[in-house]
């Protein structure tokens, strides 16, 4: 095991993830080879109810960011051992 700070992994980390944020907001999508895409998918338009006023809201057209994990990632948890269900005790 390779010995790294932890401030600089930090920070590596959190530059990375700006990095996502910022390519995801400018409507690229993100490919990490052997491990996922990070995509932005399209929500068509539709209504929706401001429940404490009781009123239809239209809601527009917009884009949400969501994660797809590459097969190989998808893989190893299937075949992890260790990886147990949240809900079990």
């Known amino acids: 095991m390779v010995e790294v700070d932890k401030e600089?992994?930090?920070q590596v980390l959190e530059d990375f993830f700006n990095v996502v944020k910022d390519?995801?907001?400018e409507g690229?999508?993100?490919?990490?080879?052997?491990f996922g895409s990070f995509v932005n998918k399209k929500r068509a338009s539709k209504k929706g109810r401001?429940?404490?006023?009781?009123?239809?809201?239209p809601i527009p057209e917009h884009f949400i960011p969501s994660f797809k994990p590459s097969k190989e990632f998808v893989e190893k948890i299937k075949g992890s051992d260790k990886v147990r269900l949240i809900n079990e005790n």
């Open 8 to 10: 600089i992994v930090g």
């Open 23 to 25: 390519k995801m907001a």
């Open 28 to 34: 690229n999508n993100i490919y990490i080879r052997r």
């Open 50 to 57: 401001d429940i404490s006023r009781g009123e239809i809201i």
